[in-house]
């Protein structure tokens, strides 16, 4: 409870790990951005991996290119080459930004595939925001 109170009140100051140091790579001089563009992206597919071991290579594969998924699966995996050719070969920060938070999308709407009904949730959510 007392940590809690301290998070709330503004007065805690322990690190939170790595999240401020691996966002900082993206600003070092070329170095910085093919580190954080490759480790972004290996991340991304370290976390769409993860579930092989629940169902088997196979059908996961099969499952990840069902109509139902066929276009969140090209776009994810699309923003994921796109990721790491806009850091290794074309150098700019800027692309390599837009595709890590497109990669972070696209895996969410991948990943909301799988729960009944979500997709349709997060629609109606986003047009009663909207209107």
Known sequence: MDKLKKVL????TEDRGGLAEGTFMLWVPRRGLVLFAAFYTLGN???????IFLMGPMKQLKRMFEPTRLI????????LVLTLCSAFWW??????????IL??????WYSLSYI???????????????A
């Open 72 to 79: 969140a699966t090209i776009v994810m995996l699309l923003c």
């Open 9 to 12: 009140s503004g007065q805690d």
């Open 103 to 108: 990669q972070s999308l696209a895996l969410t």
């Open 116 to 130: 009944p009904y979500a997709r349709e949730a997060v629609k109606k959510c986003f047009n009663v925001c909207l």
């Open 45 to 51: 597919i370290a976390s769409l991996g993860s579930t």
């Open 91 to 100: 150098h700019n920060k800027g692309l390599a930004l837009l595709f890590c």
